[in-house]
């Protein structure tokens, strides 16, 4: 028997992250049966390996998948995603307070088992981003003490690999409304909503009194993301109604927004200059300099000015979906600009040197009830150009 440590987000490159495994062994001929057992599943994660299990169809009998949905980690539109698969797939839930908490991803050929047991969840960070744990343990049917492994785990989980468990709900568009109508599974934008609010908190509480350093993420796969069966973005540059993108971590929130920040000037000889500084704000430990620049917008296609008197002017876009008191406005594509100059007056007095121009979304931003607001920016989900603007 075979064993390897699986571990992925610890540093920036996991290349054994267990989201690449499945990729590997699903692209495999010499299995005949896949069965994934996770806690939670996102559509971006669902979306990601669907083009895997589509190909894999030619060559495995039998795809199974079953995901759990408690603590609203698995959304609506990640079982309709997984509903369109074709595959059989199943819900677990029971009503009593222990959780499903496995994430289980099984193998098998006539000779050979590959089984991967550890901590990722069928979510795009839970397969590539997140710090997780695991092991792959490679055996054949040669092989007694694998043999008696891989009995004892369908002994032990039998209801669940027989689909035999009373608590497993066959996966089906009533099944999912059922949950749904319940209140056991939201959707996507209400997952966001609400983890949005208990991500702030909990950043909030971490910018007092301890100073936490930042390291660089893993990414996910450009390859993995492209399987996808579903495009964000619309022809007309437009998100997809219905959203998958949920919050991922806090990376900025302002002070209380000014009428120059929100592009309402008061004054007789002051400009609408329509584009917001991004200022330290309540961020205590960071150097605005650079902060915005090289850590929150660092993973954009960032370009100079092609006027060779601006070419210390950085370009870059991107999409900010924009939250207002709790409404959803939409998804705008901004542009951002980053001034790269040291020498400059503004540079040496420490000033911000990046900034938002509001663009298309000036007509929500431009309010004068806005002033005093609170404006917090949020990475998404699987997504380096995506952000959640949420203004309170």
């Known amino acids: 028997m075979n064993i390897t440590v699986l571990g992925q987000g610890y540093e920036p490159v996991s290349e054994k992250s267990v989201g ?24 971006a994660g669902i979306s990601g390996i669907s083009g895997y299990i589509e190909r894999a169809k030619s060559n495995f009998k039998f795809l199974n998948l079953i995901v759990g949905v408690d603590q609203e980690g698995t959304s609506k539109e990640a079982l309709n995603e997984i509903l369109e698969m074709d595959v059989n797939s199943y819900i677990f839930y029971q009503s009593e307070p222990p959780i499903f908490h496995p994430k289980i991803y099984l193998f098998e050929g006539d000779h050979e088992i590959k089984i991967i047991v550890g901590s990722s969840n069928l979510t795009g960070r839970g397969l590539f981003v997140n710090i997780e744990g695991s092991l792959l343990l490679e055996f054949t049917d040669a092989d007694s003490a694998g ?3 891989l009995n004892d785990l369908k002994e032990y989980y039998t209801g669940l690999f027989n689909f035999t468990d009373s608590n497993l709900f066959k996966i089906t568009s009533e099944v999912i409304d059922s949950f749904v109508s319940k209140g056991i599974v939201p959707n996507e934008t209400e997952r966001s909503l609400k983890y949005s609010q208990i991500k702030a908190n909990q950043q909030l509480q971490n910018n007092i009194g301890i100073e936490i350093p930042r390291r660089k993420a893993a990414q996910i796969p450009k390859h993995f993301r492209k399987a996808k069966k579903r495009n964000p973005i619309s022809p007309d540059g437009k998100l997809s109604v219905g959203s998958q993108f949920r919050p991922s971590e806090l990376l900025w929130q302002s002070g209380p927004l000014t009428p120059r920040d929100l592009n309402i000037p008061k004054g007789a000889t002051t400009n609408a200059t329509g584009s917001m500084l991004f200022k330290k704000g309540l961020q205590k430990n960071i150097d605005q300099k650079h902060y915005f620049r090289d850590t929150v917008f660092s ?9 060779q008197a601006k070419s210390h002017l950085e370009r870059a876009v991107a999409i900010f979906i924009i939250i207002i008191d709790n409404n ?3 998804d705008f594509k901004l542009n951002l600009t980053h001034n790269s100059k040291t020498d400059s007056k503004a540079y040496q007095q420490n000033n911000s040197m990046t900034q938002i121009s509001w663009g298309e979304a000036k007509s929500i931003i431009a309010k004068d009830e806005l002033i005093g ?16 603007l949420d203004i309170q």
């Open 20 to 43: 690449n495994m499945l990729m590997k062994f699903l692209g495999q001929t010499n299995f005949h049966t896949f069965t994934g057992i996770a806690a939670f599943a996102s559509l």
């Open 147 to 149: 043999t008696q492994l």
């Open 299 to 307: 993973s954009l296609l960032w370009a100079k000015d092609k006027i």
């Open 328 to 330: 959803n406005y939409g």
């Open 373 to 388: 607001k609170t404006a917090s920016l949020f990475s998404v989900e699987d997504f380096d150009d995506i952000f959640i």
